[in-house]
């Protein structure tokens, strides 16, 4: 059973920065393409940014471009958010999300998620 747990949400002021941690644990020996994704209240589950967990391919939603930064340790298996310039519009819950093999953008390609981390951004 493969599992996520992130960590490292929080409430900050506009311009701030914070990171986000995801943890992979369990029986890990497939390799995985790691995402996050966000929800607002009342909203969907929005892409944010993925990984390509061999190649260290990555992509962003246009709305976090040059903002925020993923990455990953491959020997920790854990993946991070870093997030700078925060802007309240970048308030929500955080997912860390999981799939074995390739996965793109699409939330139902996913197939492990984390319990979510909330980051509150006070204008």
């Known amino acids: 059973q493969v599992q996520l747990v992130e960590s490292g949400g929080g409430l900050v002021q506009a311009g701030a920065s914070l990171r986000l941690s995801c943890a992979l644990s369990?029986?890990?020996?497939?390799?995985?393409?790691m995402a996050w994704f966000r929800q607002a209240p009342g909203k969907e589950h929005d892409f944010v940014a993925r990984?390509?967990?061999?190649?260290?391919?990555?992509n962003y939603a246009d709305s976090v471009k040059g903002r925020f930064t993923i990455s990953r340790d491959s020997a920790k298996k854990t993946v991070y958010l870093q997030m700078n310039s925060l802007k309240p519009e970048d308030t929500a819950v955080y997912y860390c999300?999981?799939?074995?093999?390739?996965?793109?953008?699409?939330?139902?390609?996913?197939?492990?998620w984390g319990q979510g981390t909330q980051v509150t951004v006070s204008s």
């Open positions: 999300a999981a799939r074995a093999g390739m996965a793109r953008f699409g939330r139902d390609e996913y197939t492990v």
């Open positions: 369990g029986r890990t020996s497939s390799s995985y393409t």
């Open positions: 990984i390509n967990w061999t190649g260290g391919i990555t």
